[in-house]
């Protein structure tokens, strides 16, 4: 029996339920991420739940996962694996390491609270833009006033 150990295996496909492995697959789920739910578990018994933004899901094994202040910055070198699971229109992301779990679910109506944490890039250039207008106004206003 030939034994080809550069078998090609075709990639995981998981819809839904399943475990994800991968530091870079769990990075882009916990991107999408927003606004969540948590419940930090440890053997089993609830520690501590809330609710908070994930400010930054990064990949550094030099770095803490920081839950603090309603905001979550996630690095998935924290975590051994995730688990996806899927119960009706709900879907959670389960962050497992040994004995520990942070299970987070998406809220489904974003608050305030997250938005006012970013940048409104558009708001921003629309504001700059109305206050260089307004100073060239004047200016204008200004020269005419000088040569009248």
């Not at 202040?69 to 899927?86: A, G």
């Not at 890039?121 to 109305?130: C, D, G, K, P, R």
């Amino acid at each position: 029996m030939n034994h080809n150990s550069s078998i090609n295996f075709p990639a995981p496909c998981i819809i839904d339920n399943g475990i994800v492995v991968r530091k870079a697959d769990m990075l882009r789920l916990l991107k999408d991420l927003r606004h969540v739910r948590y419940i930090n578990r440890r053997d089993n018994e609830i520690i501590s739940t809330g609710e908070g933004c994930i400010m930054e899901a990064f990949a550094d094994p030099h770095s803490a996962t920081l839950v603090a202040n309603h905001s979550l910055y996630l690095n998935v070198h924290s975590f051994d694996y995730m688990e996806i699971v899927r119960s009706g229109d709900d879907t959670s992301f389960a962050l497992v390491q040994d004995n520990r779990c942070l299970c987070l679910t998406p809220v489904s109506i974003v608050s305030n609270d997250c938005d006012s944490r970013e940048i409104d890039v558009a708001a921003l250039e629309a504001i700059v833009t109305e206050a260089l207008s307004a100073s060239w106004d004047a200016s204008i206003d200004d020269e005419r006033n000088n040569f009248h």
